[in-house]
């Protein structure tokens, strides 16, 4: 059965540059989700779309944007970035809202 | 604000084993609540869903059980192997719109053959 594909699935940076993580939802769902989990912590849920409309956010900076294209893909814009953004950063799908799948994850390094 | 708390954090055991894990959340307003498997770095894999209308679920040797009113909700592991070692986590879907997952910290559960 088909996945949520997330790209890249290692990312290295410098502090204060971008970076642009990919998600693509499994096929025929319509909900987003995006989650960071740090080292030794539990997945934290930062934003959601629903039918390529923000959804629900959570504790995603302000430097963080996100959006849902027609094709349901979805990418996480993250600009500024700082020491503390390292982490794994999930993208999950669901249909209907329902059970989230979620995908291998992308683990973003900044140095 | 919803607050969920798994217990016990590691957990070692034999193989064969049956064991428990247990997740508790503090507001029991909930629309749903799944249990993931996560190996070390990674991705989470959706093991049971529960709606919060349902009193449990079964997958082969995995069951789980809600108790909406008391905010509890256990994860059954019969006959434990060494491949199920990994991490467990709880995350519960609150009612009213919200979309999030609120996890726990998870269980670190180690099977020894």
């Known amino acids: ?111 | 604000k919803q607050e969920v708390t798994q217990i016990p954090a590691a957990l070692s055991v034999p193989e064969g084993e049956n064991l428990v894990l247990n997740c508790s959340f503090t507001d029991s307003a909930i629309y749903n609540l799944q249990w993931f498997r996560q190996d070390p770095g990674k991705g989470l894999t959706s093991l049971l869903l529960i709606q919060s209308s349902q009193r449990e679920q079964t997958s082969g040797r995995l069951n789980a059980s809600l108790d909406k009113s008391s905010g509890r909700s256990t994860l059954y592991i019969a006959a434990s192997q060494p491949g199920d070692s990994a991490t467990y986590l709880c995350a519960v879907r609150g009612q009213g719109g919200s979309e999030k997952l609120v996890f726990g910290k998870g269980t670190k559960l180690t099977v020894n053959p």
């Open chain 1, 1 to 111: 059965a088909a996945g949520v594909i997330q790209s890249p699935r290692h990312l290295i940076k410098e502090k204060r540059e971008t970076a642009t993580l990919k998600c693509y939802p499994i096929p025929r769902h319509d909900t987003v989700y995006w989650y960071q989990q740090g080292p030794g912590q539990d997945p934290q849920f930062l934003i959601s779309f629903y039918e390529k409309m923000q959804s629900d956010k959570g504790s995603i900076p302000d430097r963080f944007s996100a959006q849902q294209f027609s094709d349901y893909h979805s990418e996480l814009n993250m600009s500024s970035l700082e020491l503390g953004d390292s982490a794994l950063y999930f993208c999950a799908s669901s249909s209907d809202r329902d059970e989230q799948f979620f995908g291998p994850g992308t683990r973003l390094t900044v140095l």
